[in-house]
Antibody, heavy 115, light 107 residues
Framework: QVQLVESGGGLVKPGGSLRLSCAAS????????MTWIRQAPGKGLEWLSY????????NYADSVKARFTISRDNANNSLYLQMNSLRVEDTAVYYC????????WGKGTTVTVSS | EIVLTQSPDFQSVTPKERVTFTCRAS??????LHWYQQKPDQSPKLLIK???QSLSGVPSRFSGSGSGTDFTLTINGLEAEDAATYYC?????????FGPGTKVDIK
């Protein structure tokens, strides 16, 4: 079935880096734009980044621009989010989702930034 | 950046009641407005795409309307399982944005 599975979350110190992965299955990954979203504890959803099907186009929320980088490997049906210069306020559950209107979501991976 | 405002913030509703939530955009977004339901400890689920398009597998009691800057999500005959937070999201202008959500509690 159509599925997205995030991984790579964990505990990291402020200023550190982390790379999240999202494994896609059950659909032709290379046909779809992909999106990263996050949700801080007890807060609402925050759109983070977006990549076109062929990686030609990316876009970021101001809150993560120049710190986070989205990428994808269509040969391996995988989406990535490289997170650098992490801050305490980046603590959240990170979700990947399919398409700009996010019809399929993963279960999320938790990132905790704390000293 | 387009700002989405949702109202109310919280609503306590009786089962079988008809419920309406609104989402207002700070500028016109056409019909590129989508609605999601998130239950506690679950991922969000797409309910309505492009303002009014229903989705396979979503109960028919959920419907959406609106265009431009004002949008509505309606639940006709609320059920206990509809207790959740409902978010609107625009994909008209980058960076895309979410509304703050409306939390629905069942009386």
């Amino acid at each position: 079935q159509v599925q997205l599975v995030e991984s790579g979350g964990g505990l990291v110190k402020p200023g550190g880096s982390l790379r999240l992965s999202c494994a896609a299955s059950g659909f032709t990954f290379s046909d779809y734009y992909m999106t990263w979203i996050r949700q801080a504890p007890g807060k609402g959803l925050e759109w983070l980044s977006y990549i076109s099907s062929g990686s030609y186009y990316t876009n970021y929320a101001d809150s993560v621009k120049a710190r986070f980088t989205i990428s994808r490997d269509n040969a391996n049906n995988s989406l990535y989010l490289q997170m650098n210069s992490l801050r305490v306020e980046d603590t959240a559950v990170y979700y990947c989702a399919r398409q700009d209107y996010m019809d399929v979501w993963g279960k999320g991976t938790t990132v905790t930034v704390s000293s | 950046e387009i700002v989405l405002t949702q109202s109310p913030d919280f609503q306590s509703v009786t089962p079988k009641e008809r419920v309406t939530f609104t989402c207002r955009a700070s500028q016109s977004i056409g019909s590129r407005l989508h609605w999601y339901q998130q239950k506690p400890d679950q991922s969000p689920k797409l309910l309505i795409k492009y303002a009014s398009q229903s989705l396979s597998g979503v109960p028919s009691r959920f419907s959406g309307s609106g265009s431009g800057t004002d949008f509505t999500l309606t639940i006709n005959g609320l059920e206990a399982e509809d207790a959740a937070t409902y978010y609107c999201h625009q994909s008209s202008s980058l960076p895309f944005t979410f509304g703050p959500g409306t939390k629905v509690d069942i009386k």
